[in-house]
């Protein structure tokens, strides 16, 4: 099973070049099911999990060979990723930034994640070089013009930011491409509108003195027009811009969360990536790709067992108790355990149909949930 199992996935390898030494498919494939059962990124920890017939210090050096020599192509690493998201459907895409040190060295990636219906998957990334500080806007337009050339500004049905992603010159890129959008504006940030054929400017706490809640369906924001939506919150003001209907503006923005559940799923919740130890940036930029190759694939395999064997459990709070990659990794982990034997059919019945499929679509036609 193993063997065969290989044998399929460095076939799928060939079609997604996402490195080009037949040695290497192979060590992506074994790197990213040591990850999952380790549920860690520190080489010393992977090297006790990547290949039993050798000993952990020579996996140890394989892995460093691999993050030292090792160039990965990030737009077949996006393909790859890609094809874990359903046939159709819009998509919403995330962006934001998640920051955290080690010693001297400060990591700080950029990221933009697809949202389509109940899964997250990350495509793009970069890291800053720039002490913890925001990203700017070229920056932020490289990385969606990527996403924009692999999935289509059509299939894109709303954008999400935080804070920190405006301006005139990135809001007015995402009106010019025809994308919906939803950002979170600081309450500094003035708007104007016509009143009367008079223009006026106020600050939201202006406009917020006399009611809890405003809504503006024409106005401008940073120089850019669409609707307002404003409500005072009980220490802070939720001032959100876009071009969806206004009142529709909070409930748009709440879907911003899954980001963050994202990051937290490839952290603490999941392959804990602050731990790792590597400071150049390059090596840091590969580690990020296996481990949302990994992530993406425990995700799928968490939603197929959530809707197919057994549903995930809901807590008291309303919430599951574990997310689709949580679930995903423990049936994989509980799959390599038993060495995918009779008891676990489901993980071998799954890893089989994923394989053939991927055989199967040339096209790169996203995977179907089985």
């Not at 890129?173 to 994308?179: A, D, E, N, R, V």
């Amino acid at each position: 099973m193993q063997k065969y199992c290989n044998t399929e996935i460095t076939s799928i390898f060939e079609k997604i070049p996402i490195v080009k030494n037949l040695a290497r498919k192979k060590f992506v494939i074994l790197f990213v099911l040591a990850m999952i059962k380790t549920r860690a990124v520190q080489f010393c920890e992977i090297a006790q999990a990547l290949n039993d017939k050798v000993k952990a210090g020579s996996n140890e050096v394989r892995i460093q060979d691999f993050f030292r020599e090792v160039t990965l192509d990030y737009e077949q690493v996006a393909l790859l990723l890609a094809m874990f998201l359903p046939r159709r459907g819009k998509i919403t895409l995330c962006i934001d930034r998640t920051e955290w040190d080690f010693g001297k060295c400060q990591v700080n990636i950029l990221m933009i994640v697809v949202r389509c219906k109940e899964i997250t998957i990350p495509l793009y990334w970069e890291l800053l070089d720039n002490k913890s500080g925001n990203s700017n806007t070229d920056d932020r337009i490289s990385l969606l013009k990527k996403c924009i050339v692999l999935l289509g500004a059509k299939r894109i049905g709303l954008f999400l930011g935080d804070r920190e992603f405006i301006g005139h010159r990135w809001l007015k890129f995402l009106k010019s491409q025809g994308i919906r959008f939803c950002v979170r504006i600081p309450k500094h940030h003035k708007i104007t509108r016509l009143v009367h054929l008079d223009t006026q400017r106020n600050t939201v706490e202006e406009l917020l003195t006399k009611r809890k809640v405003v809504k503006i369906k024409d106005c401008m924001v940073d120089g850019v027009w669409g609707s307002m939506y404003a409500k005072q919150l009980k220490d802070d003001i939720l001032f959100l811009f876009g071009t969806a209907k206004m009142e529709y503006l909070p409930q748009l923005y709440k879907k911003r969360w899954r980001i963050e559940c994202f990051f937290q799923n490839v952290k603490k919740r999941g392959f804990n990536l602050e731990d790792t130890h590597l400071k150049k940036f390059e090596k840091l930029k590969k580690l990020v790709a296996m481990v949302c190759i990994a992530y993406a694939f425990a995700a799928n395999m968490g939603l197929h067992h959530h809707k197919k064997v057994k549903p995930i459990p809901l807590k008291n709070h309303g919430y599951k108790a574990n997310s689709f990659s949580r679930k995903g990794i423990n049936v994989i982990r509980e799959g390599i355990r038993t060495q995918w034997n009779r008891n676990t059919e489901l993980f071998y019945d799954f890893v089989l149909k994923f394989l053939r499929w991927m055989q199967l679509n040339p096209n790169n036609l996203p995977l179907p949930n089985f």
